[in-house]
């Protein structure tokens, strides 16, 4: 039997455990299926740990966690504890770190019912954002001047390297070839205010002459938050910064149902990859049985693609899509009538009747 894929699960904080349970209930599920095998540790960093212990995240675990060869996290984030210090202490460790430098994260209508949008199908929003995710303000290059007093200065950076908006860009032009869905590659910035993002323009177009059977589209951050209500259709594969991709995927995740769906990757090609639930701990839920695991299923799904069980992924992809368009899961926040659990095992119970391709 093929060696098992080693996994670093970080369930988290908040509803974290219990969407985290069930989306590894469904792995293991899957792995049974389609035959083959993980190895799953878990790593306890979050809130209660730090609480208890004051320990974000010491370096033997990280040093663990590198040689694994996916990560699934649940969320991070307690309102006990300042904020961003475990966000940054364990997230942006890990993004950074392990030069997690692809943000991606696919927009999928799976039923026409979830989408807020008049008249929009599933076939009309079909997208997928890659989102810089190593740069920018995130960089964490910022400071405070007289805090506190009337004369207080704030600063934090946007940075952009070449090489790191080149990787980025230049991954992107890949995928919209590979999914040959519109094979069109919509770069947005906002180069037109923030001059530093001229940078972007000149290498997509550099490095675009090397893609000429992508079409190259531009817009606006103001202007695709625009698009991607009025016209979600016009977009195939979208590369942009930290920032705005951090932004424009929430507003994303809304018109493909709301933040119960939406998953996404940190990924470095080749090296230990980072997939997660785009929601926080939600901490009003936490404990309650009634957040919805799908994203963290879907979660599950793109790790999976990510490590070359393209079987496996499509499985849990086409089980979620049936159970929602079938209405079996008639809602994707806490108001689906159903637990944390039972939509689990909704899941589970649909996997081996899902139409996969051979
Ligand atoms: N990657 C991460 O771990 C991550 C991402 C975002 C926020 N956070 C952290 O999470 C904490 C809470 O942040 P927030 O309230 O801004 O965002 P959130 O995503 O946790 O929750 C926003 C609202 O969305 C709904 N929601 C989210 N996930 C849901 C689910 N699975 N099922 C049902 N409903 C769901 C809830 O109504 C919730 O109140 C903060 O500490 C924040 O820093 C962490």
Request: proline share 5%; hydrophobic share 40%; aromatic share 8%.
């Amino acid at each position: 039997m093929s060696e098992a894929y080693t996994i670093a699960v970080v369930p988290g904080d908040g509803i974290g455990p219990e969407v985290v349970r069930e989306g590894l209930r469904v792995l293991e599920r899957v792995a049974s299926i389609e035959g083959f095998r993980v190895a799953t540790t878990t790593y306890p960093f979050g809130a209660e740990h730090y609480l208890k212990t004051k320990e974000i995240f010491p370096e033997s675990a990280f040093s663990e966690v590198r040689q694994q060869r996916a990560i699934l996290l649940g969320a991070i984030g307690d309102p006990r504890i300042e904020v961003g210090l475990l966000e940054f202490g364990i997230i942006a460790k890990m993004r950074f770190e392990l030069d997690l430098f692809v943000n991606l994260r696919p927009v999928k209508l799976y039923a026409e019912h979830l989408c807020p949008l008049k008249d929009k199908k599933p076939e009309d929003v079909d997208f997928i954002v890659v989102r810089e995710n190593t740069e920018d303000a995130y960089a964490g290059m910022r400071g405070f001047f007289k805090k506190g007093t009337p004369d207080e200065v704030a600063t934090q950076e946007i940075i952009f390297t070449r090489k790191g908006t080149e990787r980025v860009i230049r991954y992107a032009f890949e995928l919209a070839r590979r999914r040959g869905r519109g094979k069109k590659l919509t770069l947005v910035d906002k180069a037109n205010a923030v001059r530093a993002m001229d940078l972007w323009a000149r290498v997509f177009e550099e490095v675009g002459r090397e893609y000429p059977d992508i079409a190259r589209d531009h817009a606006y951050i103001d202007a695709a938050c625009m698009w991607c209500v009025k016209n979600p259709e016009w977009f195939d594969t979208v590369v942009t910064s930290n920032m705005f991709g951090d932004i424009l995927t929430d507003l994303a995740a809304m018109i493909q149902g709301g933040l119960g769906i939406a998953a996404s990757g940190n990924i470095h090609p080749g090296q230990v990859s980072l997939f997660e639930p785009i929601h926080g701990s939600a901490p009003k839920y936490a404990g309650k049985n009634v957040a919805n695991p799908l994203a963290t299923i879907m979660a599950v799904s793109m790790m999976l693609d990510y490590l070359g069980e393209t079987r496996g992924a499509a499985r849990i992809e086409e089980t979620v899509a049936a159970l929602l368009r079938s209405k079996r899961i008639p809602s994707l926040g806490s108001d689906s009538g159903l637990s944390t659990a039972e939509i689990g095992n909704l899941v589970i119970e649909s996997l081996e009747q899902a139409k996969v391709p051979a």
